[in-house]
């Protein structure tokens, strides 16, 4: 008959055997669940990677439906007179110029604030015109993007173009200024002629006018965009970057 002692020692030596027994099975669980999870997460990453092929990246759609913004950005310009790069009266005695890039998100944010109440108030009421100046600053998705708005102003939608631009503004240098973007843009933005559009946007001639705004941004000091200079016969005066509504108004009053 087994004494207490070894009976203690058989008991010990099953109890081990048992945990370790119990510590493999639960290991094998971890190690399935793990492989599970990884291959769903495999399958999440290739239905993203999928859906981004499909859908064209960062850069809005390529078609006309996929812009947001053309009714209201229409309903601002409407009855406004454009040509080129100036929009208003062309002679109104006070002239607002705005260097900006299509990329600048601060730029956006000016274009869809304090722009709309410019265009509403002394432009509309002939008091001043406004021109933009495409001052790029931001990165190699800047130039086309300037470009493409550029050839929409021999159409004399320029405004329109710029301002679903920046309604649709992708994340900076990201690689969404696409041709298919930029010709979403251009459909949603009404031009006319389309193809006469994509021909214009790849004429040469724009860099030299490219070049000439980024030498007159230099001249005058400015040091990010968008800058705003305002000239009229009371004098000119740059403003801060990003001015306010009010400060713009001011200025305005002033150069008048």
Do not use: H
Not at 57 to 79: C, F, K, M, P, R
Not at 134 to 162: R, V
Not at 234 to 251: C, D, F, R, S, Y
């Amino acid at each position: 008959m087994a004494s207490r002692k070894g009976q203690r020692e058989e008991a010990r030596r099953q109890r081990e055997a048992q945990e370790a027994a119990a510590a493999i099975a639960a290991r094998r669980r971890r190690m399935t669940q793990l492989a599970v999870g990884g291959v769903l997460a495999a399958l999440i990453v290739v239905a993203a990677l999928i859906a981004i092929s499909q859908s064209g990246g960062d850069s809005g759609g390529g078609n006309a439906s996929d812009i947001a913004g053309a009714q209201t950005v229409a309903g601002e310009l409407n009855g406004i007179p454009q040509n080129g790069t100036l929009l208003g009266d062309p002679k109104a005695k006070v002239t607002v110029v705005e260097f900006g890039d299509p990329q600048c998100p601060i730029c956006a944010e000016f274009a869809n604030t304090v722009v709309p109440q410019l265009i509403a108030g002394p432009v509309s009421d002939g008091q001043a015109k406004y021109e933009f100046k495409p001052w790029l600053i931001i990165g190699p998705d800047s130039e086309p993007a300037a470009d493409a708005a550029l050839a929409a102003g021999k159409q004399n939608l320029f405004f329109n173009y710029i301002g679903l631009f920046y309604r649709n503004q992708g994340t900076e240098n990201s690689g969404y200024v696409t041709d298919d973007f930029l010709t979403a843009i251009a459909d949603a933005a009404d031009i006319p002629d389309l193809s006469q559009w994509d021909s214009d946007r790849s004429a040469s001639n724009w860099s030299d006018q490219l070049a000439a705004v980024q030498n007159e941004a230099k001249s005058l000091g400015l040091t990010g965009t968008p800058s705003v200079e305002v000239i009229g016969p009371g004098g000119k005066k740059i403003l801060p970057n990003v001015p306010t509504e009010p400060e713009l108004e001011a200025a305005i009053r002033a150069a008048g």
